[in-house]
């Protein structure tokens, strides 16, 4: 499972979902998003950072979105 933290208005955030969809739809893996305006311990854990992804509830990257290292964690 993939889970994208990110919130509205932000970039960056939206650059790392395209990845994450295409990815995710290619390798069949679900996917979510949690918004951080919506989650006060998310938004503590995570404000500076943001987009986040976690793979499998483990922080794998923040800020940009690498393709082929999102493959390569999901593929491994």
Do not use: S
């Not at 739809?25 to 986040?52: N, R, S, T």
């Amino acid at each position: 499972m993939v889970t994208l933290i990110r919130k509205p208005g932000c970039h960056l955030c939206d650059d790392a979902q395209v990845v994450v969809e295409k990815v995710c739809g290619d390798l069949g893996v679900p996917w979510e998003q949690k918004d951080i305006a919506q989650d006060p311990h998310l938004h503590e854990k995570y404000w500076e950072q943001i987009p986040v992804v976690l793979v499998d509830g483990e922080q794998h990257t923040f800020w940009r979105v690498n393709e082929e290292r999102l493959r390569k964690a999901l593929t491994d």
